[in-house]
């Protein structure tokens, strides 16, 4: 698992096309909290999967479902990280992906969060 990197967004702006790094095939993990986005690009021919594991529960034993979202073959998603995905003995979400072969990835925070 690849811990990735927190790219803050200054006053000034901040180029988003060379953050991003290939996904890993074990997963990678991130920070969460308001104003955290996963970027994801599909480069491939067919959709992927990103899952955030939600380390929640309710009722003190009823776990909360993980998040899955549908990236389309050839597109872009923004994914927020807010604080529901933090692990209790990491601190950070844990992100795991169908496939892995022409993804990229990228976590942005803007300085308002």
Do not use: H, W
Not at 23 to 37: M, P
């Amino acid at each position: 698992m690849a811990a990735l990197t927190t790219n803050v967004v200054p006053l000034a702006g901040l180029r988003r096309d060379d953050k991003f790094t290939a996904a890993a095939g074990g997963g990678d993990d991130c920070a969460t909290g308001a104003g955290v986005e996963l970027a994801v690009k599909n480069g491939g021919g067919s959709p992927i999967t990103v899952t955030l594991a939600t380390p929640e529960t309710v009722d003190g034993d009823l776990t909360v479902q993980d998040r899955a979202v549908s990236v389309p073959a050839g597109g872009e998603m923004s994914i927020p990280i807010t604080e529901r995905y933090r692990s209790p003995s990491t601190g950070r979400c844990a992100i795991t992906y169908s496939a892995v072969t022409s993804v990229t990835v990228a976590v942005f925070r803007g300085l308002a969060a």
